[in-house]
């Protein structure tokens, strides 16, 4: 699985769960000062973000780490090497 | 002339707030006797009489304020959203004539007369409560016919820009499926100041929209998407508020 894939399914949920524009959608943005997600709205990102991929982030030490949305590329696309369910869930 | 100004919007406030509290002390001794949402509910009427008396008639020589319903006369009970650049903000909130129950931080709380009424108000206390207690307690103040008001930028702006909006209030009005209120108010950013200096005295505007429907409140997908919706709406007609007080002004 490429990373423009884990982009994709990635962005899908900000699209679906938060209607933002894909445009809008580049790695460089912040999550909280650009997309102006506040703890909650983190909540309901973490809560999407593991319902699309099947996996849990609660006890993953590096969600707390993300800054912007190629910090959530990069962590989906080394749970994605780490757990190949999850490439098996994307291309099902 | 402003700081003289300032000594005596400020004396007369504070005087008009002993001579009411004083007056309705029997009234909040009698409220005490009711069980605990009704008691709130009436101590709510009181304090929305005493900010109408402000705004109306003690601030009246210093400035005016000219107040729109847009809301075509719906009351069904939900949740006020404001914008907040100043703290006068409180006190025009009662324009809408609606007995309400303020979201606020701690600090006011513990202001003497007003902050003590604002608790037995049941006004909602954002900084110490989690989001269950925040919300069972909105649901009590509706319960009783009235609202809650909320200012979601969480601080004062000062300045004709809103600050981002915080998505609590907005989960808030989600989870219990009822409709949200837009309350504009445009003119105040520097009445008073963040050290609560009246910087100029200047005629204001306040403008209550919506309500965005129940129904539409409850089929966003989350609260970012309603907290979103809201801003747009907000920021578009204060725009529209702040160029109209710039002609006014002009003329």
């Known amino acids: 699985m490429d990373r423009n894939e884990i982009i994709k399914a990635v962005n899908s949920i900000f699209i679906e769960r938060f209607e933002l524009e894909e445009s809008e959608l580049t790695p460089e943005k912040n999550i909280i000062e650009d997309l102006q997600l506040d703890s909650l709205d983190i909540v309901d990102m973490i809560v999407g973000l593991q319902q699309k991929f099947g996996i849990m982030l609660r006890d993953n030490p590096e969600i707390r780490n993300v800054r912007t949305l190629g910090d959530v590329y990069d962590l989906f696309e080394k749970l994605a090497k780490e757990h190949p369910e999850i490439v098996e869930r994307l291309t099902k | ?251």
């Open chain 2, 1 to 251: 002339m402003t700081r003289l100004r300032n000594i005596a919007i400020y004396s007369l406030t504070l005087l008009w707030a002993f001579i009411y509290w004083v007056a309705a002390a029997p009234l909040l001794l009698l409220a005490a006797l009711l069980p605990a949402e009704k008691r709130r509910h009436w101590v709510r009427v009181l304090l929305l009489y005493f900010g109408l008396s402000v705004v109306r008639v003690i601030w009246r020589p210093f400035f005016k304020v000219g107040f729109e319903d847009r809301t075509g006369g719906v009351r069904i009970p939900g949740i006020v959203v404001a914008n907040h650049r100043s703290a006068i903000d409180a006190f025009l909130v009662s324009l809408p004539r609606l007995s309400l129950a303020q979201t606020v931080n701690d600090w006011p709380l513990r202001v003497p007369i007003l902050g003590w009424v604002a608790k037995m108000a049941g006004y909602l206390n954002i900084t110490n409560w989690d989001y269950e207690t925040l919300k069972a307690r909105a649901e009590g103040v509706l319960s009783v016919g009235d609202m809650v008001v909320s200012y979601p930028e969480g601080t004062r702006s000062e300045s004709r820009t809103m600050g981002p909006f915080r998505s609590g209030i907005f989960r808030v009005a989600m989870d219990m499926g009822v409709p949200l209120y837009i309350l504009c108010i445009a003119g105040n950013e520097k009445m008073p100041d963040r050290k609560f200096r009246f910087r100029e005295f200047r005629d204001l505007k306040v403008r209550f929209l919506g309500p965005i429907p129940a129904d539409e409140v409850k089929s966003c997908a989350t609260a970012y998407v309603l907290k979103k919706k809201a801003f747009r709406i907000m920021s578009g007609e204060l725009a529209s508020m702040d160029a109209e007080l710039e002609n006014e002004r002009a003329l």
